[in-house]
């Protein structure tokens, strides 16, 4: 698997596991949320430093973004639709 597509899909998995959406990762590490979503799908090479800060925002250590999948690895599950907020709501 290209580099490119292995950071991609690791990165989606991790988010997801963390519950957080593409718009909240990209927020948080100070990036358009579309160039997670570029990154995600392989069509970007994100510096050290961007890598370094999503690993800070997952609360991984960046390694596990390079972290080889099983050849039957299957896609990690869509969250539900819609934005999320980064913190509650105050009414």
């Known amino acids: 698997m290209d580099a490119r597509l292995l950071v991609g899909w690791n990165l989606r998995r ?3 596991e ?3 959406s593409q718009e909240d990762l ?3 590490a100070g990036c358009e949320p579309s160039y997670v979503g570029r990154v ?3 069509k970007e090479n994100p510096t050290v ?3 370094e800060t999503f690993s800070n925002v997952l609360a991984i250590d960046i390694a596990e973004l390079f972290v080889k999948l099983p050849a039957n690895a ?3 599950p869509a969250m539900k639709p819609g934005r999320r907020s ?3 709501r105050v009414k």
């Open 26 to 28: 990209g927020l948080r």
């Open 49 to 51: 430093g961007l890598l």
């Open 14 to 16: 991790l988010r997801v």
């Open 18 to 20: 963390k519950g957080l």
């Open 86 to 88: 980064a913190s509650p």
């Open 40 to 42: 995600k799908r392989g």
């Open 74 to 76: 299957t896609r990690p």
